[in-house]
Each structure stands twice: as C-alpha cells, then as structure tokens.
T-cell receptor
Framework: SAVISQKPSRDICQRGTSLTIQCQVD?????MFWYRQQPGQSLTLIAT?????????ESGFVIDKFPISRPNLTFSTLTVSNMSPEDSSIYLC?????????FGQGTRLTVV | GENVEQHPSTLSVQEGDSAVIKCTYS??????FPWYKQELGKRPQLIID?????GEKKDQRIAVTLNKTAKHFSLHITETQPEDSAVYFC?????????????????FGTGTRLAVRP
C-alpha cells in the first residue's frame, strides 16, 4: 500500500491567481497521477507525472494551465494557473501499487 | 480511448436488501476492472477488483461479475448496511505483468450514489 499526503486540503482563491498543490508519497513510485473531480462528478485524469521527464497531459488539459513538477520519486506538485470559477473542484493525486490506485485526501478548491 | 458508462447514477435500498451497479466499457483490450468506494468528503478506496481471466470474484458481502463478450461488469452488494452508503465508481484499464503502463490510463465511470435506508 501507499500513504499519500496532499496539501492544502482546501483553499479559497481569487480569480486570476494560481494555487500549487503538493503531494508526498511514503515510497518511491514511477508514476504519479493528478485527477480532477468536479462536484458530484467522476474522476477525470489531468496528467501523469513521471520523474525525470515532462508530464503527459490528457485531452483537454494543457501544461500552461496545469503545470506539474516531479523533482523526485516521492513528490509532485500541480499548479492551477490563472484560476477562474470553472476551476472550482477537488483535485486528487494518486499513485499505483501494481494495480491498486491510492489517492491523496484531495484539495477542495473554490475560486471566487 | 476507453469509455466507461455506469448505471444507475443514484440507488436507494432498504437495509438488508441487495444493491447492483452496472458498468459497460468500450475497449476490448481492457483487462482490469476495479471498483472504488468514496464516502462523503473522503478519498476513493479500492473495495474489489477483477481481471479479465475470471468471471466472478467475491469478498464477503461484495461480489463483482464480468462478461467479456458483452463488455460489462457489475458490483453486487448483499445484506446492505447503512455504512455502505457512499458513491461507488467502476473503472477499466489495461495492465501488464508488472502493472499499468503510462499510456493505459484508468478510466472511471460516472459514479453511483448509494443510499441505504435504515
């Protein structure tokens, strides 16, 4: 199993600003995943972060809006840039152990 | 890419009754089908999974069935209890011998909100 610490747990931000979300894992992992979960909706993959290379973004998500860092095998950050109210959502990081996905506790972002 | 549909979106059952949630997938190459439970305000957690080489798997009160030909799989919860109330997500993916490759993402269904009435 993997234990993931994600912070902040929640934030209220002004539109036009940026927020960086941090994710720390208690073991070394090759891939870390960032998801968005809009209110009452499913989990949508934003990007896959690999250590030592650029993140791979899913359709509809771009690096300028969601820059990702992966400085080592236990840590990653996701930045939500130039925020608008449409970015209000829960953001979750995730890692996998063979097949099972483990999630951070999520960051509830509200943009006003 | 993979598309996973999930039904129903909401389900209300009496305590002690059974609950069934169904999912269909589009990519015949998918071979791994997990189910996640997300309680209110908490992170999703794996409750059961099935690989394409088996048709059914049980773990106490929960079971999952898979029909590869029809490309659908279902979650069955028997003797439901109030603590089963949560949102359940199915998912589909392709996994190899050592896990999932970066190009084969885990695709989630839209979720089912289960309410168990005491």
């Amino acid at each position: 199993s993997a234990v993931i610490s994600q912070k902040p747990s929640r934030d209220i931000c002004q539109r036009g600003t940026s927020l960086t979300i941090q994710c720390q894992v208690d073991s070394q992992v090759t891939m870390m995943f960032w998801y968005r979960q809009q209110p009452g909706q499913s989990l949508t993959l934003i990007a896959t972060a690999n250590q030592g290379s650029e993140a791979t973004y899913e359709s509809g998500f771009v690096i300028d809006k969601f820059p990702i860092s992966r400085p080592n095998l236990t840590f990653s950050t996701l930045t939500v840039s130039n925020m608008s109210p449409e970015d209000s959502s829960i953001y979750l990081c995730s890692v996998e152990d063979q097949t099972e996905a483990f999630f951070g506790q999520g960051t509830r972002l509200t943009v006003v | 890419g993979e598309n996973v549909e999930q039904h129903p979106s909401t389900l209300s059952v009496q305590e002690g009754d059974s609950a069934v949630i169904k999912c269909t997938y589009s990519d015949s190459a998918s071979n791994y089908f997990p189910w996640y439970k997300q309680e209110l305000g908490k992170r999703p957690q794996l409750i059961i999974d099935i690989r394409s080489n088996v048709g059914e798997k049980k773990d106490q009160r929960i079971a999952v069935t898979l029909n590869k030909t029809a490309k659908h799989f279902s979650l069955h919860i028997t003797e439901t209890q109030p603590e089963d109330s949560a949102v359940y997500f199915c998912a589909a993916s392709i996994i190899g011998r050592v896990g999932r490759s970066s190009g084969d993402k885990l695709t989630f269904g839209t979720g089912t909100r289960l309410a168990v009435r005491p």
